[in-house]
RNA sequence: GGCCCCUUGGCGGAACUGGUAGACGCAACGGACUUAAAAUCCGUCGUUCGCAAGGACGUGCCGGUUCGAGUCCGGCAGGGGCCACCA
């Protein structure tokens, strides 16, 4: 008996694979095209088995997919740009094109070990020029198309990265590389205009039917939009004539008692040039931050401008204007009115600067001369009170009629406001893609023309000081401009690495295309029909990439809107983490087990194990690929990744899991290198008749063969596995006599070698080589299940007498209900459940269940 | 604060659209083989009562709908995610 030696076994056939050139994709239209693509990596340095599942998972896709009969299109590249290789070269007084080169050299050969079916002719990295002068001609194209603006705006400034942040990249008030708190900031920057396609990015997602609700949902809210009124309030201060607000509850006018205005309003600004103390004030807003605790601890402040404004409806009424501590400029006007009875924000400040607090709309139940808001302010529905014309309307109503009233005095209008903000792309880093612009004194803004391109990074930038390398570069941005002639100064902000991965999808159609799209590749590939890869990129790079797909479209380089048919976020894989007494983290390898402790590997010293989290390099929890492919092989990692948990959900990385998925391998080739000798030659007739074992088989088989392919069909691949466990579990205890039971047994052994070929594709190819075929599994049709054999002949029912489960009975399939019903009120069992209680009725469900439903004694 | 999701044995998890809860794996335990160990093979494995046959209970908690609820509805608790002074 030959033991299975993965270390020999599975380099043999990634190099066999390779110089057959099998996964090399070309456009081939007499089959369906089928385009799987994972999340490119980030060269970061080296990779760990934490990564790993995700390429597996794709991987798994697109073998099953390639058995299936698909013209299987499955890259792999390289999200070359960003700051870690600038921080590294900073550090290492290196340069970032070295460590990011170096690093892809590693992780290419650690992404090779895994086996991954994938189109390696395809490569590139996003920092090479042959790429990114693309994405320069295309950003000329889309500045042509008024799809990029160059405006002042408010942006988030990372005063450790030295860089702008799109909002996108705050999270919680720190930026999202360096977790600095995020400084606001006013700058001229160039914008992608993401936010004029709102309303279209919002709609399209209920297209997106193979998404994940939550995914949608998230880039719902992200999009965020509100409809409502903006209202023009007339100012009583001849300077300042009128102020315009948005609001989302204009039902609500009559219960306002003030209006407010965000602190760099441009009104706000305005007096406070000649105003100490709102300067002073504004300062004051200013200096809190917005984090999560702060948000919710901030007190709201007010500083009153002594501006009145003239309540639209109410002749002589007027309401106080101040500058509030919680009014956004960035957010629908930066400008609302105050009404303290329906929204908890203005209650407290109306609580805390003594303003009246009406109600108008009153609970079912209420009554309004009574009802009244005492500390949490009545946001629900309810019937307008004290409102004029609007009173014992519901609030849909009273929306409709305020509006239109409004509207009719030509004091406000119907509006619709998103959260979505235009996209700011301009970083002041080195390590990014050149905007290609040039800035003139005489010509202002002038595109770098076509035939100059591509702008590429200065080789000799300094690393040695924080701030822009290409701005204190000596040479680089002394340009002459394209239109006057004149010396000029390039643009030195590159741009933000999240373009880069907006469209390389569309690259991958065809690596080598001269422009930046072979638009009859882009045709044929296009859309991703599967697209894998981590929820965190939820709302960041799929938003982007979908804005730029449609911007492509618009300049010609793509035929669609929606560059990704199918998303799955897969789950991340966790690990115990170690800590030695110290409190410092430990690499698994440097601890060893004994029964419930742990201790450092070699010595007697206490390792604390802690929680179970995400594999981080930080934590040490990480498992190299290079270990598991020595010790157990690659194909028990890929089994295991797949076997442990749902893919959507985390799964852990446990030394028990491990061993298990190699005993499966094992298990798996002994089998079948124990029938080998017994069994008929690769491709023998089928024998006349088979016995009642054989057919036994077969049937476990053919069912096997429907149950997996619906399970990979719909990405549960751990299901997939339990049933392949099953079969191989089967077919242990089948011993086969005669010939007809040998040739089931060859059936039952090829058809789980091209079943589990997905998940571990060298195993596969050795058993398949073993049993004597010619070609390879990888090149092998997925089997078709028999529907002569998957059919059930008999169905067990279930038995209930009042919804307890009581006995169970065979019964042929599709048995009529009189049958079923006769047939179980004979059976001892159930007469001595029904206890000689009358039955009211039998409740029969076809093939499943029958439900005696009896009298209940005594009642 | 708003919106959303999750909760099933010692563990990861199965259970199609309301129809036999716990497939499959891991761990554990008992046994066989072995000088011994590993590997392998056979068996047990939700709790509980019982010698057994068999019974009772059981899917976070409380209630409801139904012949029947892990699954549907209402409420609560715990965990997680996203957004966040968004008007």
Redesign the pocket.
């Known amino acids: 008996m030959s033991r299975y030696n993965a270390r020999e076994i599975e380099p043999k056939w990634q190099k066999t694979w390779e110089d057959a050139q099998v996964f090399r994709a070309r456009i081939d239209r007499t089959k369906p095209k089928y385009y799987v693509l994972e999340m490119f990596p980030y060269p970061s340095g080296r990779i760990h088995i934490g990564h790993g599942r995700n390429y597996v998972m794709g991987d798994v896709v697109a073998r099953f997919k390639r058995a299936m009969g698909f013209n299987v299109l499955h890259p792999m590249g390289w999200d070359a740009f960003g700051m870690p290789a600038e921080n590294a070269a900073m550090e290492q007084k290196s340069h970032p094109a070295k460590w990011t080169y170096a690093n892809i050299e590693t992780m290419k050969a650690q992404l090779k070990l895994l086996g991954l079916s994938v189109d390696w002719s395809r490569e590139f990295a996003t920092c090479d020029p042959a790429y990114y002068k693309h994405q320069q001609k295309m950003f000329l194209d889309f500045h042509r198309l008024g799809l990029v603006a160059r405006k002042e705006a408010n942006v988030n400034w990372d005063p450790v990265d030295h860089t702008v942040l799109a ?2 990249q ?4 720190r930026g999202w590389r360096s977790g600095a708190l995020v400084e606001q900031r006013k700058l001229t920057q160039w914008f992608f205009r993401i936010s004029d396609m709102a309303e279209e990015l919002l709609t399209a997602l209920d297209g997106l039917e193979r998404w994940p ?2 995914v949608r ?2 880039q719902r ?2 999009i ?1 939009k ?1 409809e ?1 009124a903006r209202v023009t309030f007339a100012l009583t201060d001849a300077k300042h004539k009128s102020l315009e ?6 039902d609500t006018l009559f219960g306002a008692s003030f209006c ?1 205005i ?1 602190p760099d309003h441009p009104i706000a600004q305005e007096i406070a040039k000649t105003n100490a103390g709102l300067k002073n004030f504004i300062v004051e ?1 200013k200096r ?1 931050g ?7 601890t ?4 007010g500083f009153d401008t002594g501006l009145r404004a003239k309540h639209p409806f109410v002749a002589g009424a007027t309401l106080p204007v101040y500058v ?16 303290p009875a329906h ?4 209650l ?1 400040f109306a609580r805390k600067y003594g303003l009246p607090v009406p109600a108008v709309v009153v609970p079912a139940g209420e009554d309004p001369q009574t009802f009244s808001v005492g500390t949490e302010a009545y946001f629900g529905d309810g019937v307008l009170a004290n409102s004029d014309f609007m009173n014992g309307m519901s609030v849909e109503d009273a929306k409709r009629a305020v509006i239109a009233k409004l509207e009719g005095m030509g004091a406000g209008k119907r509006t619709i ?1 998103y ?1 979505l903000r235009d996209w700011g792309v301009s970083r002041q880093r080195y390590w990014g893609c050149p905007i290609p612009m040039i800035h003139c004194a005489s010509c202002g803004v002038v595109p770098v023309p076509d035939k100059d391109l591509p702008v590429t990074l200065p080789e000799d930038a300094t690393f040695d000081q924080p701030g822009n390398p290409l701005d204190r570069h000596p040479t680089w941005k002394n340009v002459v401009c394209a239109r006057c002639g004149k010396l000029a100064r390039r643009e030195t902000d590159t741009m933000d690495t999240f373009v880069d991965s907006s469209w390389y999808f569309a690259r991958f159609c065809d690596a080598q295309a001269p422009g930046p799209t072979n638009k009859e590749a882009v045709d044929y590939w296009l859309p991703v029909d599967q697209y894998i890869g981590g ?2 990129h ?3 790079h799929l938003l982007y990439s979908r804005f730029f797909t449609r911007a492509m479209r618009k300049a010609g380089y793509a035929g669609l809107s929606e560059p990704f048919a199918g998303l799955f976020t897969q ?1 991340m894989i966790t690990h115990e983490t170690y800590k030695d007494p110290d409190g410092k983290y430990l690499f698994p390898e440097e601890i060893e087990k004994r029964d419930d402790i742990a201790v450092k590997r070699g010595t007697n010293h206490r390792v604390t194990i802690g929680a179970v989290e995400k594999m981080s390099k930080s934590k040490k929890n990480v498992v190299p690929p290079e270990a598991v492919a020595d010790t157990f092989g690659v194909d028990a990692a890929r089994w ?1 990744m797949m ?4 893919p959507e ?4 990385w ?1 030394e ?2 491990i ?3 190699w ?2 391998v ?2 798996v080739w ?1 089998m079948v290198d124990e029938a080998l000798p017994h069994l008929p030659g690769f491709g023998a007739a089928a024998p006349d008749g088979f016995g009642e074992a054989a057919i036994a088989v077969r049937q476990v088989t053919h069912r096997t063969i429907a149950a997996v392919t619906d399970d990979l069909e719909r990405f ?1 691949f ?2 997939a ?6 079969f ?2 089967a077919l ?2 089948f011993k086969p006599e005669g010939d007809d039971g040998q040739w089931a047994r060859r059936e039952a052994l090829e058809t789980l070698t091209i079943l589990m070929n997905p998940m571990v594709p060298h195993l596969a190819e050795e058993c398949w080589q073993a049993l004597g075929a010619a070609t390879m599994a990888v090149n092998a049709p997925w089997p078709k299940a028999e529907a002569a054999l998957t059919r059930q002949d008999t ?4 038995i ?1 007498v ?7 009975i065979d019964m042929a399939k599709d048995s009529d209900a009189k049958t079923v019903e006769a047939a179980v009120l004979a059976m001892d ?1 159930v007469a ?2 029904i206890d000689g209680r009358r039955v ?2 039998v ?1 029969i ?1 076809a093939n ?4 005696v ?1 009896v009298e209940l004694s005594g009642a």
């Not at 009042?802 to 169970?808: F, L, W």
């Open positions: 909002n996108e705050v999270i919680d008030g609700d939550k949902l998230m809210n992200w965020g509100s409502g607000i948005f609001t989302t509850r204009p407010a965000a807003c809190h917005t984090t999560a605790a702060e948000i919710e901030a007190e709201k402040m509030a501590n919680f009014v956004l400029m960035e957010y629908g006007l930066g400008a609302i009115f105050g009404c929204d908890q924000r203005d407290d406001t959260r929820v965190e939820a709302i960041l789950g295991f076997s442990d948990s749902p959900r985390d799964s852990e446990s028990a899991g061993e298990g998925a005993r499966y094992q298990r002994r549960r751990n299901k596995v339990a049933r392949l466990y099953e191989v579990n242990s205890d169905v067990t029912i279930a209930q009042n919804g307890k489960r009581r006995a169970e069992t001595k459940a009211k009725k409740i469900v499943r269940i029958a439900n439903v």
